[in-house]
């Protein structure tokens, strides 16, 4: 007997359940771990300028991955192809960030690392805007907080998990870098192969033009207020953890005290030391809003506990302070991460438009890691310390949490 449509929809949809969180995961695992060989490889080449060298080299990598998005957005909006709109641009995006991972394993100068890792963030970038609009294009609203839960865990187990996948070649990099590229490869290609998108060549296409093109990095904030607020709060979250992120490395050597090797090895292991709260947060988190019909008090709620995370190394300054911000913060990561997808898919301002607005979204994540470095490092040398640091993400998750509060189109 042949299976119809409706029979088949419910087993296409529990594989896709099933398998976003490894894709999800594809593209963070990639940057983890480059943010762990990066501190190490700039320090290696020039200890003396290892602040303002990896803040060059992050600043300009962020510049691609911000164009990456909303450009692949607008191009696959209007992409006809018998396998569907999103696959060929998630296949490209893929082929580049591997390449780009096995010439980063051969960078030995500050220019050729930052030229390698800003392919590698184009071409990933340019994979997880189509990959983000599957939760509009295929996965209802009554279901979009479980989906979002799931895209979450997958995005976060591999921000905590890829530094200490890493770890273990810190003194084989470039087995590293090539080794975590094919298993990145591998995950998007299955994904893709599981999932496969629907025929869509006699679909409508918009027109496409300069004008479109220019368009791809703007959603007008008056005409669309909400998509402008949940914009800012990611912006605002996300570059407060871009702030202390970026200088993990060196906040254990010159902050608390570690040396080099030290601070290599306990890093990964500060980040795994919050899994077991992340987990629990984001199984709860995502679920619930679903159930109650709202999605504003949870994220509100994460994006508070993140900027709370951030008191704990002002007043210990040690390992164990360390450790602690960690736990809060992958709490507070776990429950804004497992409901703003879905917050963000119900803002969206066209159906026509999902992977080109979806694009823009991104870039309040994307845009922090351009901004952050610089503002860090010059908070750190202007003010001779990390403390300083740690009270200014306070204060900018803080206002970040607080950005959902004006959105009206979601509770």
Not at 174 to 187: F, H, K, N, Q, T
Request: charged residues 10%; contains cysteine.
């Amino acid at each position: 007997m042949t299976a119809t449509p409706a029979t088949r929809r419910p087993t296409g949809m529990r594989r896709l359940f099933l398998t976003i969180p490894f894709a999800s995961a594809a593209a963070p695992l990639a940057y983890a771990a480059a943010a762990y060989f990066l501190p190490l490889q700039v320090q290696a080449i020039d200890d003396a300028a290892k602040i303002e060298n990896l803040s060059f080299v992050q600043t300009l990598s962020a510049v691609a991955a911000m164009i990456a998005q909303p450009l692949t957005g607008v191009l696959s909006d209007r992409t006809r192809t018998r396998y569907g709109a999103r696959t060929p641009w998630m296949l490209i995006g893929a082929l580049l960030g591997g390449v780009a991972m096995c010439a980063l394993a051969l960078s030995a100068t500050i220019a050729h690392l930052t030229i390698a890792l800003m392919v590698l963030q184009f071409g990933f970038n340019a994979f997880q805007g189509p990959l983000s609009s599957i939760l509009p294009d295929r996965v209802p609203v009554a279901r979009r907080g479980r989906f979002s839960t799931l895209i979450g865990l997958g995005v976060i187990l591999a921000a905590l998990l890829g530094p200490v996948l890493a770890s273990a070649f810190a003194t084989r990099i470039p087995v590293g870098y090539v080794g975590i590229a094919g298993v990145v490869l591998l995950v998007i290609v299955a994904f893709i192969a599981l999932n496969p998108d629907h025929d869509n060549r006699g679909a409508p296409r918009p027109p496409l033009s300069a004008l479109t093109f220019a368009k791809a990095f703007w959603v007008n904030p008056l005409r669309h207020p909400d998509f402008f607020w949940a914009f800012l709060g990611r912006l605002l979250i996300f570059g407060g953890f871009a702030m202390t992120n970026t200088f993990q490395m060196y906040i254990a050597q010159d902050y608390i005290g570690l040396s080099r090797d030290e601070a290599a090895h306990l890093v990964p292991l500060i980040g795994l030391a919050g899994l077991p709260g992340f987990l629990l947060a984001t199984a709860i988190a995502g679920p619930l809003s679903d159930k109650i019909g709202r999605r504003k008090p949870i994220v509100l709620a994460g994006g508070l506990v993140i900027a709370v995370s951030a008191l704990f190394p002002i007043f210990s300054p040690s390992v164990t302070g360390l450790v602690i911000s960690a736990v809060v913060l992958t709490i507070g990561f776990g429950a804004f991460m497992a409901v703003d997808g879905a917050l963000v898919s119900e803002v969206l301002p066209s159906k026509d438009d999902y992977g080109k607005d979806l694009g823009v979204i991104n870039i309040a994540a994307t845009l922090p890691n351009t901004i952050a470095p610089v503002a860090a490092g010059a908070i750190v040398t202007t003010f001779g310390g990390y403390a300083p640091l740690y009270l200014a993400v306070t204060l900018i998750a803080a206002l970040g949490a607080l950005s959902v509060l004006p959105i009206r189109r979601v509770r």
